[in-house]
């Protein structure tokens, strides 16, 4: 069936011509994988291409994440380097108030990274967002300690992690809508799947290298210069994913529209006029991932060893062995979400969290090595349903002129609002509460919301990006 006589009515005829091109022409082959062989379309877009558009969405959401993996995973150490005068709990919130604080700010950079997206095209934003965010990363390994500066220290740190979380606002949503705009009709959720892929591997890299100097390095050496060193690769890894970004042109949706100038000047304006419900929509479809990456991925290794009783080392295997598993769990997501559509792999993720997360935190206090270990790996299987799925559901659920802004708000702000302050609610919970199944109940609070949100939203599989 030709796709364009699918097309809605409403749609501007250089979104319906720009959808065509991509997913009707007989010239275009689909491909089973990202790296098979493909001839070029009649907008230029080829195996080559494809792969350079992966590659770049990549390296800036890995960037992104290995940051934030490093900051969650060397919590006790950084609190120790920062807040040496305070209780180790009371340290540790402060912590994480930090960590935070910082994504407070993430609303504001997806109103502002969303318009330079749908204003001036996607790889002009993205070519920004990852210089400015690895550049903040590496200055935190420069900041002197509190013992150094005093309170100077964890002032500096918050402003840094401020500007890191406003730069990063932008990276996950560009990516997204970047590879989705590229992929073949039938693989956007294979494509988008590299996103969270990518943010899964800045995870792991993470979990590895705190893990090694927690076990090479002593204590004091640990806080005195051990800490610095992750942070200081952003620089190079930052450096290389700018270059690849300036090396390729915006996808041939974007251009397309931008060539009859018909792209929205004030792209924010139109989404909350013309897009308010979907946002909502959106906003609650993220909660359920942002609660629960934050408490699966990066709070648990801190939980483990705090509250369970774990040494370091032991929660960094197995948060690490439970990463490596999560990475293949999300491309077999966005593939089977292209079989099945997007809807009923989020709202069986969301199912699944509702009935598995408090007896799952209960196997957790066992203190068993082997069953911490399969419990944070089921716990990881679920969540992929979620996360390898959200990428070509929130970008699809937008159109070409404010796609990138609904993706970077909705995104944002539900993260912003409860992802980033996950891990210090879920250490207050704990406190207050005296047990630590706590965060459990949360998680499945948060699931029980996109459940509904996901039940209200359409089916965006097989719709036209227009």
Not at 157 to 162: E, P, S, T, Y
Request: aromatic letters at 10%; proline letters at 5%; glycine letters at 8%.
């Amino acid at each position: 069936m030709n796709q364009s006589n699918n097309t809605p009515a409403g749609t501007p005829a250089s979104e319906r011509s720009a959808t065509t091109s991509l997913t009707t022409d007989p010239r275009i082959d689909l491909g089973p994988t990202l790296s098979g062989q493909e001839r070029p379309d009649p907008s230029g877009v080829g195996r080559k291409t494809r792969n350079k558009v992966v590659a770049a969405s990549f390296i800036g959401n890995f960037v992104e994440w290995f940051d934030y993996a490093v900051y969650g995973y060397l919590a006790v150490t950084i609190t120790a380097v920062f807040f040496p005068e305070t209780d180790p709990t009371t340290g540790l919130m402060l912590t994480f108030a930090l960590f935070a604080i910082s994504f407070l700010i993430r609303p504001l950079g997806g109103f502002v990274w969303g318009h330079l997206g749908d204003k001036f095209g996607r790889r002009e934003a993205l070519s920004w967002s990852i210089l400015i965010m690895s550049a903040a990363t590496f200055c935190i390994a420069l900041i002197p300690s509190y013992a150094t500066i005093g309170i100077w220290a964890p002032i500096l740190l918050l402003i840094v992690r401020v500007v890191q979380g406003f730069s990063a606002s932008g990276e996950y949503a560009g990516a997204s809508a970047f590879l989705v705009e590229y992929a073949p009709a039938n693989r956007r959720g294979l494509y988008a799947a590299v996103v969270p892929a990518s943010t899964a591997t800045g995870l792991l890299l993470g979990s590895l290298l705190a893990g090694l100097l927690t076990s090479m390095l002593e204590t004091e050496q640990m806080e005195s210069w051990g800490w610095r060193l992750p942070f200081l690769l952003a620089a190079p890894m930052g450096l290389i994913g700018r270059y690849i970004r300036t090396k390729l042109e915006d996808s041939p949706v974007f251009k397309e529209l931008a060539k009859e100038d018909d792209a929205v000047k004030a792209p924010v304006s139109a989404l909350f006029k013309n897009h308010w419900r979907q946002l909502i929509q959106a906003v609650g479809a993220v909660l359920l991932n942002a609660v629960g990456f934050y408490l699966i991925l990066s709070f648990m290794p801190t939980h483990l060893h705090e509250n369970i009783g774990l040494s370091q080392t032991a929660a960094y295997v197995a948060t690490t062995v439970a990463l490596a598993t999560y990475i293949g769990f999300i491309f077999l997501m966005g593939m089977l979400s292209d079989r099945l559509g997007r809807k009923k792999v989020l709202m069986t993720a969301s199912i699944l969290f509702v009935l598995l997360t408090v007896p799952a935190f209960m196997l957790l206090e066992t203190g068993n090595f082997l069953i911490i270990v399969l419990v944070q790996i089921m716990l990881g299987a679920m969540l992929s349903l979620n996360d390898g799925t959200l990428p070509s559901y929130l970008a699809e659920m937008f159109p070409t002129r404010v796609r990138y802004s609904g993706f970077a708000v909705s995104f944002n702000l539900s993260n912003a609002l409860f992802g980033g302050t996950a891990p210090f609610v879920a250490t207050v919970l704990i406190a207050t509460s005296g047990t630590v199944l706590a965060p459990g109940w949360y998680l499945m609070g948060a699931a029980v919301i996109s459940l509904i949100a996901v039940a209200c939203s359409v089916e965006t599989s097989k719709k036209p990006l227009a």
